[in-house]
């Protein structure tokens, strides 16, 4: 075997950090399907701290100048953000049911869009695709929607869930498949 150069060592390192982030999203993904209320409290604080971040940027972003209207609404913009961050981090089981509520209707609209996309290309090849993607769609989003509140419990952790799984078992075959080109390339 020939000695390495340093692209193929980089994309030997590159590809191994790839394996280890997949196999961390698997983990978390199993983990999030398994109690999807602890991942689902997981998300609702997280969107709290990001519009906190968020609040705090356009406060920021105020003293940037820019004329009396842009600093006022950066002002108030940021002291929305604040405020619904701190309502979220303080009541995390109610941020969790709306953002659930808000998940279903995201969901649903969705549907219909892809429902409308579909009888607009039902000509196309591959149109059957968004046919079934706008009824999954619209039966996972009134699934939830009916469900409510009681769907808050597990419908985002067991998405969030799925989403990591997936994403992990993604990247580890990209991470694979670049390891054994790898391989191939320092023959």
């Given amino acids: 075997m020939a000695t390495e150069g340093p692209v193929l060592k980089a994309a030997r390192s590159f590809s191994g950090w ?3 982030a997949a196999i961390l999203f698997i983990v978390l993904g199993v983990f999030a399907i398994i109690e999807p209320a602890v991942a689902g409290l997981g ?21 940037e100048g820019g004329g009396a209207r842009r600093v006022l609404f950066q002002i108030l913009a940021g002291i929305v953000f604040l405020l619904g961050g701190y309502y979220l981090l303080t009541h995390p089981l109610l941020a969790l049911g709306t953002l659930t509520l808000l998940l279903a209707a995201v969901i649903l609209v969705a549907g219909v869009c892809e429902l409308v996309t579909y009888f607009r ?10 046919l079934l993607n706008g009824v999954v769609a619209l039966l996972l989003g009134g699934m939830i929607w009916l469900q409510w509140p009681s769907s808050s419990i597990w419908a985002i952790g067991t998405l969030v869930g799925v989403n990591l799984l997936l994403t992990g078992i993604t990247r580890l075959m990209v991470g694979l498949t670049g390891r054994r080109l790898i391989r191939r390339a320092a023959l």
């Fill in 18 to 20: 790839l394996i280890v």
């Fill in 43 to 63: 998300v609702a604080l997280l969107v709290g701290w990001l519009l906190i971040f968020g609040g705090v940027s356009h406060l920021i972003s105020a003293f």
């Fill in 121 to 130: 290309l039902k000509d196309e090849q591959a149109s059957g695709w968004m």
